[in-house]
């Protein structure tokens, strides 16, 4: 009795929403370090409105922290409910947002763009956070 190869396929795996966010948080520490430096040499400040402290303050928790933070929670939440919580679609445009957010103070944009960006990338990573939760 011949019995016939059963191929079983693999489901699909889950994207890896740490992989772009995580090394968009390894990235920007390491070029926000030279590049603070650069404007400290060469006496320049992004924007007039953005002081050293508070400059600072808001790179390391919505840049640093924020990619850190997003990229756990949504790898997190979906090998926790099996659900992925992201598409290719959703992370690119996530990570899309958080990068905008990054390179908007150095922009001649106002800088309340930047905290648009900011605001979009939170609440886009809440949405997909909670949408599997």
Known sequence: MATAARTVNP???LLHPFRPLFF???????LGMLAWGAFLHSGWLPTATLLPV??????MLYGFA?????????TASANWTGIATTTRR???ALTS???LA???PLSPLPFWMGALFDIGY?????FLVGRVL
């Open 11 to 13: 489901p699909a795996p």
């Open 24 to 30: 968009c948080a390894a990235s920007f520490a390491s």
């Open 54 to 59: 508070p400059w600072h303050a808001h790179a």
């Open 66 to 74: 924020g990619a850190l933070v997003g990229g756990f929670l949504l």
């Open 90 to 92: 959703s992370l690119w």
């Open 97 to 99: 947002l958080w990068l």
């Open 102 to 104: 990054r390179v908007a």
């Open 122 to 126: 939170l609440f886009g990573l809440v």
